[in-house]
């Protein structure tokens, strides 16, 4: 009987490590919160206002955007021009694509550092982010503009919660509220909203306001901020998180309501989408997706 104490013993130590383990990194990643608000949803209704992300089904996956090898990062939907754009942050471009994930044409970026992030704010105007300097650089854009150089454009610096390469990773914009959401990717992270940038009429003074909530933020069940898009239908701030490999719905006080696997067997998906860089949404609601170093996905509401 003593002999058989001993395995019994190590069997138990082992399996409690193993418990450990688990709990370690089921807590890493977030799953306990991310099984609550899957159990939550199946509950309650969806308000009738929300976007439902829950709905949506790949109809272009993985497609490759031809002449474009370098590293995609961010997403915005520019409605006078029915296209989009995103960046590359090595040897910076902006790069402006078809709504079937076409090249369409390519605008050098000169001093903008490590371009992350861009997003659509009215006809002609954008704003850049660059993620290590966390500067938001407001550029203006011409149908023959073939490059673009930062030291002419209106630039704002926030240089909060400084960390290396963990910096302004996502833009959105509220056309209506006038407000610049800005996703800082982790340690800590945390969702900006910058108030008075940009600027759009400089004959007249002006002051910049900063907003943000670490409370709210904390309670995301993500590992980290990729991209964002704010839907001005509903209110509704779509946040997408490339290494918890999920897109989530957030109502006006920051609250999860829906959520986008972007796993295997989801929504269509054959294949996981290996790292979700950026996000954008048309005004049919359509989700428009790309991934390093090249990958373009589409999404529609079924």
């Not at 395995?7 to 399996?15: E, T, V, W, Y």
């Not at 450990?20 to 608000?37: D, I, S, T």
């Not at 490059?147 to 610096?157: C, G, H, S």
Request: net charge negative; glycine share 6%; no cysteine.
């Amino acid at each position: 009987m003593r002999r058989l104490a001993r395995p019994k013993s190590a069997f138990f130590i082992l399996l409690l490590i193993a418990l450990v383990a688990a709990g370690v990194v089921a807590q890493q990643f977030r799953l306990f919160e991310r099984a609550w608000f899957n159990w939550q949803v199946s509950r309650h209704p969806l308000d009738e206002r929300a976007i439902g992300l829950a709905d949506y089904q790949v109809v272009l996956e993985a497609q490759v955007i031809e002449g474009l090898d370098a590293d995609v990062s961010a997403l915005t939907y520019d409605p006078v021009r029915n296209s989009l754009f995103t960046v590359t942050n090595k040897n910076a471009e902006l790069i402006e694509l078809s709504l079937d994930g076409k090249l369409v044409r390519r605008i050098h970026l000169v001093g903008f550092g490590d371009a992350e992030a861009v997003e659509f704010i009215s006809e002609n105007t954008y704003v850049i982010s660059d993620e290590r300097r966390q500067r938001l650089i407001n550029i203006h854009l011409e149908d023959d503009t073939q490059f673009l150089d930062a030291d002419d454009a209106e630039q704002m610096t926030l240089g909060v919660h400084l960390s290396g390469n963990k910096g302004f990773e996502g833009l959105a914009y509220d056309s209506v509220g006038k407000r610049l959401f800005v996703a800082k990717e982790r340690d800590p992270m945390l969702i900006y909203e910058v108030h008075g940038f940009p600027h759009f009429k400089p004959e007249k003074t002006y002051s910049v306001h900063v907003v943000n909530n670490p409370k709210r933020d904390a309670g995301l069940f993500v590992r980290d901020l990729s991209s964002l898009q704010y839907d001005e239908r509903s209110g509704h701030l779509l946040a997408l998180s490339d290494e918890s490999f999920l897109v989530l719905e957030l109502d006006i006080d920051g609250r999860p309501l829906s959520s986008l696997s972007l796993l295997n067997g989801h929504h269509g998906l054959e294949k996981r989408v290996p790292q979700a860089e950026g996000i954008a949404m048309d005004d049919h609601g359509t989700l428009y997706m790309v991934s390093e170093p090249n990958l373009f996905y589409v999404f529609k509401k079924s």
